[in-house]
């Protein structure tokens, strides 16, 4: 990851609202990058490794990835369609969307 996006991660964790849909959405759009990022990046030294013992590791770390991807995708289209109530996120578990007929972006 380049020098410029950290500094825009960093700005936008910095100003972060729990209670502003566009800043969550922000936020979760630097997530997408971040994760995406990581998993090109474990995609390319997978295939460096091919028919070594670091390629199982490398395609774990790519499944990983592709895991926390389509968590970062539900969030997000859950908030852009008004159908998350909650988000909540529990120590080592992945997070839980509540979801009812109206919208809050509120955490609380």
């Known amino acids: 990851m380049d ?8 700005n936008v964790i ?5 209670d502003s849909e566009k800043s969550i959405i922000a936020a979760l759009n630097l997530a997408e990058h971040v994760e995406q990022t990581s ?3 474990y ?8 028919g070594t013992q670091l390629e199982p590791f490398f395609n774990f770390l790519v499944k ?5 991807l389509e968590k970062i995708l539900e969030l997000k289209k859950n908030i ?8 909540g996120f ?4 992945a997070p839980q969307i509540t979801t009812n007929t109206y919208y809050s972006c509120r955490t609380k």
């Open 39 to 41: 998993k090109d990046f």
């Open 14 to 18: 910095e100003k972060l609202d729990s």
């Open 3 to 10: 020098f410029v996006k950290a500094n825009e991660i960093l």
């Open 80 to 87: 852009e369609e008004k159908k998350a109530e909650k988000i």
């Open 43 to 50: 995609e390319k030294e997978a295939n460096k490794t091919k």
């Open 64 to 68: 990983e990835e592709e895991m926390h």
């Open 90 to 93: 529990e120590h080592n578990i």
